[in-house]
C-alpha cells in the first residue's frame, strides 16, 4: 500500500545522509538480533552511533568501512542500554530481513539524499 501524498516540503524534512561505517559490533542486549553501529557522517553532521536489526545479511566485521543510509534528524531513541542517534534505512527482503540502502557508486560522507 503506498502512503499518503505528501508535498516536497514535507519530504525536505527528512534529512537522509551518506556515511561510512567506522565501528560494528554485536548487541546481545537487544530484544531482538542487532548490530551496534558507529558511522560517520562527515564534518556537519559527525560521528553518530546507530542500532540495526540486519544480522540475517550482515556480520560486524563486513560493515566496517561500507556506506550506508540514514536520517539523520529524528530525535535519539534509547534501545536497551544503548542510545540510537540516527535510523539506518534498508529494504525488506521477501523473508523481513533487512537489506541496508546504499548507493551504488561512493559518495562523500554527509552526502544528503536529494
Do not use: W
Not at 559490533?25 to 558507529?38: G, S, T
Amino acid at each position: 500500500m503506498v502512503s499518503e501524498t505528501i508535498t516536497f516540503d514535507d519530504y525536505m524534512r527528512v534529512d537522509i545522509r551518506v556515511g561510512t561505517v567506522v565501528e560494528a559490533m554485536p548487541f546481545p542486549e537487544a530484544h531482538k538480533p542487532a548490530i551496534k553501529l558507529v558511522i560517520d557522517f562527515g564534518d556537519e553532521v559527525g560521528r553518530k552511533k546507530s542500532s540495526a536489526q540486519i544480522t540475517v545479511h550482515y556480520e560486524p566485521e563486513d560493515l566496517v568501512g561500507r556506506q550506508v543510509m540514514a536520517v539523520v534528524n529524528f530525535p535519539p531513541r534509547q534501545i536497551g542500554p544503548f542510545m540510537s542517534e540516527v535510523l539506518t534505512l534498508g529494504f525488506a527482503d521477501e523473508d523481513g530481513a533487512i537489506v541496508l540502502a546504499a548507493s551504488d557508486k561512493p559518495v562523500p560522507n554527509g552526502a544528503r539524499l536529494l
